[in-house]
């Protein structure tokens, strides 16, 4: 689905339940689980449709993208490189400073628990980051 081919008026989770569906294999339903394990974590969380097609979930700031390509279907935190991952779920962009992303392949299972507790780590460092007071301007 191309940002062509969202109707006017919809909203963002019927254009990512709409992604899901068009998917129809085992992309969508791993973007479909990931998706409810989101939801399960942070019933709050906003879903957003942005850059021509990214389902986007956030809490005070983006938690992660979801994407699907041929091979995998990739979540990529963007605040990733700051949160701890005891379980090694992070498994792609690990070079960068900011980022880092799931990859996940055909058949693979994610530890759930572990995936929650990265969303978790990643509302708690978006909802820090809201409460700090703004910087004073240098005079």
């Known amino acids: 689905m191309n940002k062509s081919d969202a109707s006017p008026g919809q909203s ?3 254009l990512i339940s709409n992604r899901i569906a ?7 339903e791993t973007l479909g689980r990931m998706r409810r394990l989101i939801k399960e974590e942070d019933p709050d969380a906003v879903e957003e449709w942005k850059w021509m097609g990214t389902p986007v979930w956030s809490h005070d700031g ?23 991952d005891p379980t090694r ?3 792609s ?11 996940i392949p055909e058949g693979e299972e994610i530890d759930e628990a572990a ?18 007071p703004p910087k004073k301007a240098k005079s």
Not at 72 to 79: D, E, G, N, W
Not at 115 to 132: D, E, M, T
């Open 115 to 132: 995936f929650k507790a990265l969303v978790r780590q990643a509302i708690a460092l978006n909802s820090a980051g809201k409460s700090k």
């Open 93 to 103: 962009s690990l070079e960068g400073n900011v980022r880092r992303a799931i990859d």
């Open 12 to 14: 963002a989770s019927e």
């Open 62 to 84: 983006i938690i992660c993208t979801g994407e699907s390509y041929k091979k995998v279907v990739k979540l990529t935190f963007a605040k990733g490189a700051a949160l701890k």
């Open 22 to 28: 068009q998917l129809g294999d085992w992309r969508g």
């Open 89 to 91: 779920l992070f498994n």
